[in-house]
């Protein structure tokens, strides 16, 4: 058996040591683990990957808590002490933040689990929500854009233009949302205007062949009067 001997190393600091220099150490600034330092209340060392945990007795739940031997912060979640331990949020030494994602990739990177719900903001006041994306730290010529799809490169997004200062909603067809896509709709800051700017417009019909194309079984357009009496339409 391993041999250990607990002895006082000074008035105030006491240690256990073992075969192989593991130690454990009390004193006034905390316990330290596997360290001859104290640098915090609990202090855990290991040359490749520390880990402390926490156990419920009742059920056998677990959660670990670690750095592992890729330099990530992990906290870890199983159902028994010997159970399978799933990822349960992350950081990696570069500064990226994973839920549910081991390797993140991004410096929010998301996985959920079973469901089709992975992330919600919500109001617990019964107010107004409102959630933010701003370019550039508050650069004013940036742009801030939110995209939707089915991988990194189809999809939609949703872009504000900082330089020209203009909306735009368009579609991604095998091209990155920061590069040229197609740029449907866009909308002026400080105008009333919506122009469509990548190709015809058809109401009624999924195909165009005319800059504006309407088709029902009986179309009309209504009539409208400007301010000075002027009426207008088809």
Known sequence: ATQGTLRSHTTTDF???????EKAILNGSGLAIGTSSVNAKLHVSDATAPTFRLSRTGTGQIYQMGIDSSGRFLIQEAASEGGTKNTRFVIDDTGEI?????????????????????????NNAAEDTLVRIIAGNYQTDRDARLF????????????????????YIGMNNNVDPTGAYSKRIQMSRSGTEVAFMAGDVGIGLTATDSLLHLEQDAVALSTSTLDDGTAVGL
């Not at 994602?101 to 991004?106: L, M, Q, T």
């Not at 490169?153 to 233009?161: A, N």
């Not at 900082?162 to 909306?167: K, L, P, R, T, W």
């Open 15 to 21: 240690r256990w040591e073992i075969t192989g220099g």
């Open 98 to 122: 994973g839920l549910g994602k081991a390797a993140p990739e991004f410096t929010l990177d998301v996985l959920g689990g079973a469901g089709s719900t992975t992330a919600r903001f919500a």
């Open 148 to 167: 939707l799809g089915e991988d990194n490169t189809h999809g939609m997004t949703l872009e504000y233009d900082g330089v020209a200062n203009i909306g």
